[in-house]
């Protein structure tokens, strides 16, 4: 099936097309540069700007792909979870594409979305597949027997979400924002020589949140770390900080993920959202699921951070399920929960 999918959940406007399990293009307009002097995303901004991008987006979208709107099989949009406005917009976009077209609306969840991506560049994904998602607002262990259906939940952040530690860490050396990206370079010119707490791994914390996360504690032991250089009038080795921060945060994300695919016997692990571009996760995820005998999905960097082909790929897989559309009623949910996959 040929599939439009809309993704405005934060600050990028998205709009992919995909034929089946074949991505065709990735269009995405993005606001982040009006938010920058902000230090994070501004949510009237962000809609504001979805106005502004959508129709331009989705012609630039069907012109790239050679494809006409009529031609579509199905239109799949974000209603969930996000920013309340911003949502709103891309749910307009595609209620109004899907009735004056007569196709089908599929209302997808964002989070199935950055785990259902990995099928335009891996194919289909095993069933049970584990999966690591980490982004600017989540950070959950899932497993997923059925991504069009079925989502279970395992374990999830108690505080930060690991891309939220990113950013705060990036302000507090003074790296630009986003600051996954700025640490991910500073970290190549620096050695990890500082350790960094690892949050919940403790014997008796592995009891009680085996499969959660915790890096608020981490944030605050590199502010900590950083400020008493400063106050004791030292130079702040930022690409070394960086290079510490970087490895306590993929240490304890991948080690639980391997001891999820352990223990719940699942022999595959997708990892996704913004955070799973990150090159030093990559690596030593890899070596870890070399070692365990698991095998290892990790979607190119731009698909992991929010694009509309993710959502026209969660879309395209509900149609090859045959899965019910969503009617037109459909809701924007900005706490839509993670194991709800379609609206
Ligand atoms: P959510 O998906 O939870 O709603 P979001 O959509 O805002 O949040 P994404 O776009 O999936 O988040 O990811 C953005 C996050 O990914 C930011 O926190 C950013 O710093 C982080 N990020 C992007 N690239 C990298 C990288 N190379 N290393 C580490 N973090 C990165
Ligand atoms: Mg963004
Ligand atoms: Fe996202």
Known sequence: PLVLGIETSCDETGVGIVR????????????????????????????????????????RACREAGVRLEDLDAIAV???????????VGVAAAKSLAVALGTPLYGVNHLASHVAVDTLQHGPLPEPTLALLVSGGHSNLLLVPDITDDVRHLGQ??????????????????????????????AREGQVVID?????????????????????????????????????????PVADVAASFQEAVVDVLTRKALLACREHGVADLVVGGGV??????????????????????????????????????????MVMRGREPSDLGLPA?????VTVVSA
């Open 20 to 59: 089946g399990g074949t991505l065709l293009v990735d269009a995405i307009a993005s606001s982040v540069d009006e938010h920058a002097r902000f230090g994070g995303v501004v949510p009237e901004v962000a809609s504001r700007a979805h106005l502004e991008a959508m129709v331009p987006t989705i012609e």
């Open 276 to 317: 799973a571009a990150n090159s030093r996760l990559r690596a030593l995820a890899q070596e870890r699921c070399d070692a365990a005998g698991v095998t290892l999905r990790v979607p190119r960097p731009g698909l992991c951070t929010d694009n509309g082909a993710m959502v026209a790929a969660l879309g395209a897989q």
């Open 333 to 337: 949910d900005s706490s839509m929960p």
């Open 196 to 236: 960094f707490p690892r949050g919940l791994t403790a014997a008796k914390d592995l009891e009680r949140h085996r499969f959660d996360y915790s890096f608020s504690g981490l944030k605050t032991a590199v502010s900590r770390w950083v400020r008493a250089k400063q106050e004791a009038g030292e130079h702040v």
């Open 157 to 186: 952040t108690i505080d930060d979400a690991a891309g939220e530690a990113f950013d705060k860490v990036a302000r507090v050396l003074g790296l630009g924002f986003p600051g996954g990206p700025h640490i991910d370079r500073a």
């Open 78 to 88: 974000t209603s969930g979870p996000g920013l309340a406005g911003a949502l709103l």
